[in-house]
T-cell receptor, first 115, second 115 residues
Framework: AQKITQTQPGMFVQEKEAVTLDCTYD???????LFWYKQPSSGEMIFLIY??????QNATEGRYSLNFQKARKSANLVISASQLGDSAMYFC????????????FGDGTTLTVKP | DTGVSQNPRHKITKRGQNVTFRCDPI?????LYWYRQTLGQGPEFLTY????????KSRLLSDRFSAERPKGSFSTLEIQRTEQGDSAMYLC?????????????FGPGTRLTVL
């Protein structure tokens, strides 16, 4: 079984500052992928960043980076230089290679960027 | 480049009525997933198809739910005798393959309200 835990229901950040959204996971799969999605109020899930369990380096995509600590089973998302448009719900998710690719999601963190 | 589309975007129905949702995946994607998302929670896996074969169903999918993917293209999700607890966002996603990393592209979702 897989489980994703996001312990921060809501976070606030000042515009232009960096923010870290926490995610811990549990799985028995030896190989898996970790994902972060953004869900604005419109409801669409927008893919942000991916980290493979065997990747040696932390993933980065523009202002998004993933702080992957495999031994601690954590995959925190760091957003640098926050923008007002970053205000949304953020979900951490994982997929194992032995579970047919279905995703397990956390309950999300609502990020509010203050001007 | 067309993404995943879902219709209708919103559906309001009375308890006891049947509803059907449609998902059109990205054309070359052979995997199609259905998720359900209730307010304040992350999406939960319901079922998935590889081509036209429905390979897995979650225990969340009661006997009132049925999904099809004829000809391996679009998919439909039908809920019979709707209940108020069925009120949720129903998300569809598609990918080229399964496994830990194969990016799943999500549609905009169908928001169901059961009165």
């Amino acid at each position: 079984a897989q489980k994703i835990t996001q312990t921060q229901p809501g976070m606030f950040v000042q515009e232009k500052e960096a923010v870290t959204l926490d995610c811990t996971y549990d799985t028995s799969d030896p190989s898996y992928g970790l994902f972060w999605y953004k869900q604005p109020s419109s409801g669409e899930m927008i893919f942000l960043i991916y980290q493979g369990s065997y990747d040696q380096q932390n993933a980065t995509e523009g202002r998004y980076s993933l702080n992957f600590q495999k031994a601690r089973k954590s995959a925190n998302l760091v957003i640098s230089a926050s923008q007002l448009g970053d205000s949304a719900m953020y979900f951490c998710a994982m997929r194992g290679n032995t579970n047919a690719g279905k995703s397990t999601f956390g309950d999300g963190t609502t990020l509010t960027v203050k001007p | 480049d067309t993404g995943v589309s879902q219709n209708p975007r919103h559906k309001i129905t009375k308890r006891g009525q049947n509803v059907t949702f449609r998902c059109d995946p990205i054309s070359e994607h052979n995997r199609l997933y259905w998720y359900r998302q209730t307010l304040g929670q992350g999406p939960e896996f319901l079922t998935y198809f590889q081509n036209e074969a429905q390979l897995e169903k979650s225990r969340l999918l009661s006997d009132r739910f049925s999904a099809e993917r004829p000809k391996g293209s679009f998919s439909t999700l039908e809920i019979q005798r709707t209940e108020q607890g069925d009120s949720a966002m129903y998300l569809c996603a598609s990918s080229q393959r399964g496994g830990g990393y194969n990016e799943q592209f999500f549609g905009p979702g169908t928001r169901l309200t059961v009165l």
